[in-house]
């Protein structure tokens, strides 16, 4: 190195190169040459470990490969994991990211930004920080200002081929300032879906839910170990209760690893208790594993409406519910209940079910029910009734579209009518949507709800009888009959037993009908309710007829029909006139019988109903089939058949369908008697009507 004199020191001069080495020296002179090292490039390998026992999600990892591979050359490829806590988020990125550690040889970049958890949030200059050092700047030479540090960092891994991982980022603006330069690739998870990072990044959204029943297992197959293949049903059954969450799944896995001695059937015990599986759900007090913690890192950075309105959410029976369901739960306009939600589904602790539907992760339903269950008694019952109003009022006016001509009981409370309700088709596609919510209103345990319990299952009888849901019928009638009795309401018992006879008498089980029918009666008749007693009559006689008991199915039949003229109940006559012909052709009096059809038909027509129409018209053509008129038959059949399709009754459908059975082999045409027979096995089938399912199925063996 060359100076002035070494005897003149007047003059101090210092300089310093960019790698931080330093020159000091008195009077310069010329020019100054010196050589310094050349700084090393640190290569940072910061990626965690690979997670044990990672399994399924090929289509992901597939659809973050094309991501990167089709990001527009100078652009910098950025894929956001968007998902609910605890689904996977992490592991999928993680996994990922070693897969294609080749492609990123210049390094691997990694921070968890505390973006949903009970540390703070991490600082986007904080964090630049950490990725300047591990690039190897000096801590000295760190810029003071974040927009220095992302330029700095901008800088130093351009044209680099580095993966950047931000895992559990809070938001756009923490994001933005740690985004590389071109040549790098970025990956980050969140359970904001971070649009704005689509607009000033052309990001690419990729949404991560539960694992599909298959990888669930896989994983938690995987997890046990050979235990698995010991208790196979076990597993499945832990895989439900977890909901396919991978969070939930793991937390299993580490409790069968931490209870060598406990079978995985222990395990199925201690999560059956839906009020303390969370409880269950938590390994050693680790905040990172607890299924509770990690759902409350989103609740309480939801604002104080949302958060209310995720509450009462886990108050709503069934896997979803309508928009307008939450706006009655949460006595809100409709427009701002909308808005709550749209809240709710961009911190991922609700899912936009579409047509106007929202759901809820099971897990997530399970602790919004706890939360609820700590708020004020009051509040949580009266939202509960509100719910209860909206249902039983949608029920009773979809209901009048369906069974238009049905006796009605008063309801109690009110509600805002159901839009876009206008014709049968509107409320019977609305009843079977709601269908899953209604039967699960049932299971609140609140004995002030009783008098809305059994109007609900009375409002619900006509959809019942349509679609033969048999099961939920029964289950929900029982369910109304002990809320009638805790009442000591005679005419709801009255009314609750009728309908739970018919139930019980339509899936095959007469004798357990015909106590219900035979209470019903002796209440009504003590309450001089003549429609009531004659329901109950009329019902009775089909449980004489089971017994083969054609004449006294007749006279009990023909006793009813006098107290429905009497108080003129022309609906009820007809349906009483349909089953005497019934019990009429049985006995061989086929002119009585067809006389009584078309007097009942006569009926059905001035009433509109045409759920009663194709019930009669399957009747005549039993009629005409008991008789030996082919022609009569088919053609009765045909008719029940098309307005079966009409209605949507399958149930009639497949009585038509077996009925033109019939007719065709009274003229010997076995290949058209098969063919219908298969047709109505599959209806029957897939109304799980068993009984009737198997007689075609016999029917059908018979032919060959």
């Not at 605890?86 to 550690?101: D, E, I, M, N, P």
């Not at 210049?106 to 904080?126: N, T």
């Not at 048999?470 to 309908?499: K, Y």
């Amino acid at each position: 190195m060359q100076t002035g004199d070494a005897g003149t020191t007047s003059t101090t001069n210092t300089m310093s190169d960019v790698s931080g080495n330093v020159l000091q020296a008195g009077k310069i002179e010329g020019g100054v040459h010196y050589h310094a090292a050349e700084p090393v490039r640190t290569v940072p390998r910061q990626l965690p470990a690979a997670p044990r026992g990672f399994a399924g999600r090929a289509d992901l990892l597939a659809a973050v490969d094309a991501a990167v591979a089709d990001a527009p050359p100078g652009t910098v490829p950025m894929v956001v994991l968007v998902g609910m806590g605890g689904v996977g988020k992490t592991a999928l990125a993680v996994s990922w990211a070693h897969r294609a550690v080749d492609r990123f040889p210049d390094g691997q970049l990694y921070v968890d930004l505390h973006g949903f958890g009970s540390e703070r949030p991490f600082e986007a200059g904080e964090v630049l920080g950490g990725f300047l050092r591990a690039l190897g700047v000096a801590p000295e030479r760190l810029p003071v200002e974040t927009e220095e540090r992302a330029a700095l960092f901008r800088s130093l891994v351009s044209e680099r081929k580095t993966l950047v991982v931000l895992d559990n980022a809070h938001d756009e603006e923490q994001v933005r300032p740690l985004v590389p330069g071109v040549g790098s690739c970025v990956l980050v998870t969140s359970r904001g879906n971070l649009a704005g990072l689509v607009v000033d990044h052309d990001a690419v959204l990729l949404p991560v839910d539960v694992l599909p029943e298959a990888e669930a297992l896989d994983l938690l197959r995987g997890l046990v170990g050979v235990r698995a293949d010991a208790e196979p049903d076990a597993v499945v059954e832990l895989v439900r209760l977890c909901a396919r969450l991978p969070l939930a799944l793991r937390v299993v896995g580490g409790l069968a690893r931490c209870q060598p001695t406990a079978t995985l059937a222990d395990l199925v015990e201690t999560l059956t208790d839906e009020h303390g599986r969370l409880d269950a759900l938590d390994v050693g007090g680790d905040a990172r594993t607890a299924v509770r913690t990690v759902f409350s890192w989103s609740y309480r950075r939801l604002p104080a409406d949302a958060a209310r309105v995720f509450r009462l959410l886990g108050l709503v029976p069934g896997t979803d519910t309508s928009r307008a369901a939450v706006a009655a739960l949460a006595d809100l306009p409709q427009a701002l209940t909308n808005r709550l939600l749209a809240v709710l589904v961009q911190a991922q602790v609700a899912v936009d079910a579409g047509r106007g539907r929202i759901g809820m992760h099971d897990l997530l339903r399970v602790y919004a029910a706890e939360l609820a269950e700590l708020g004020h008694p009051e509040d949580r019952r009266s939202a509960v009734v509100r719910l209860f109003d909206h249902y039983l009022h949608g029920a009773a006016q979809a209901d009048k579209l369906v069974t238009p001509r049905r006796f009605r009981v008063p309801l109690d409370g009110s509600a805002t009518p159901i839009k876009d309700l206008d014709t049968r088709d509107d409320a019977l596609e609305w009843l079977r949507t709601e269908h899953e919510a209604i039967a699960g209103l049932f299971q609140v345990d609140d004995r002030e709800l009783d008098a809305r319990i059994w109007q609900l299952a009375y409002t619900m009888r006509g959809y019942f009888f349509l679609t033969k849901d048999w099961d939920t019928w029964v289950r929900t009638h029982l369910v109304a009959l002990a809320a009638t009795e805790r009442l000591g309401d005679l005419s709801a018992e009255a009314a609750t037993r009728n309908n739970l006879g018919l139930a019980l008498l339509e899936r095959g089980d007469p004798e357990a009908a015909g106590p219900h029918y035979l209470r019903a009666q002796e209440i009504f008749e003590r309450l001089g309710d003549l429609r009531g007693a004659g329901n109950a009559m009329g019902n009775y006689a089909w449980i004489l007829h089971g017994r083969g008991d054609f004449a006294g199915a007749l006279e009990w039949a023909t006793r009813a029909l006098g107290l429905y003229e009497r108080c003129e109940a022309r609906t009820n006559a007809g349906i009483t006139l349909r089953g005497m012909a019934i019990f009429e052709a049985e006995l061989g009096r086929f002119a009585d019988a067809v006389a009584h059809l078309d007097q009942a038909m006569a009926v059905f027509v001035e009433r509109g109903s045409l759920l009663d129409q194709a019930m009669a018209h399957n009747s005549l053509g039993e009629v005409h089939a008991q008789a030996g008129d082919a022609v009569a038959s088919a053609e009765a059949y045909r008719r029940a058949l098309a307005q079966g399709v009409e209605l949507g009754s399958l149930f009639e459908q497949a009585r038509a369908h077996r009925g033109l059975a019939r007719a065709a082999l009274l003229v010997d045409d076995r290949e058209q008697a098969a063919a219908e027979l298969r047709r109505a096995l599959d209806l029957f089938t897939g109304l799980s009507a068993a009984t009737e399912a198997e007689e075609a199925a016999a029917a059908l063996a018979a032919l060959g």
